[in-house]
């Protein structure tokens, strides 16, 4: 399993940006997916980016396009969610995740990070009007 620690979180009003970053205890290219995933009280968890390594494809939920990057940088470890043009609709916990065993490109691209999957502890995104 991965470590994985989340920082960056906070409130901001609607137009506003945030970059959330999560800290691996693995090389990142030794990672088959990794992801970000928000849930907001009373939906299901949904996928918001993913990123197959080896490949370095983003992936995005419609939503999101435009407005969300997700980076890796290798050397500290460290994958970010540049989140630009915020929404109200954007408020949720977030997590980022990463795939304990391989995943396809394919599997990575529709957040399917497999039965074996590590989390982060989540931090929350507020968006205010």
């Known amino acids: 399993q991965v470590s994985l620690v989340e920082s960056g979180g906070g409130s901001v009003q609607a137009g506003g940006s945030l970059t959330l970053s999560c800290s691996t205890s693995?090389?990142?290219?030794?990672?088959?997916?990794v992801g970000w995933f928000r849930q907001s009280a009373g939906k299901e968890r949904e996928g918001v980016a993913a990123?197959?390594?080896?490949?370095?494809?983003?992936h995005y939920v419609d939503s999101v396009k435009g407005r969300f990057t997700f980076y890796l940088d290798n050397a500290k470890k460290t994958m970010y969610l540049q989140m630009n043009s915020l929404k109200p609709e954007d408020t949720a916990m977030y997590y980022c995740?990463?795939?304990?065993?391989?995943?396809?490109?394919?599997?990575?691209?529709?957040?399917?990070?497999?039965?074996?999957?590590?989390w982060g502890q989540g931090t929350q995104v507020t968006v205010s009007t």
């Open positions: 995740a990463a795939a304990d065993l391989f995943r396809s490109q394919n599997s990575c691209g529709r957040f399917d990070l497999g039965s074996r999957v590590s």
């Open positions: 693995v090389d990142i290219s030794s990672i088959s997916c």
């Open positions: 990123i197959a390594p080896g490949i370095d494809i983003s």
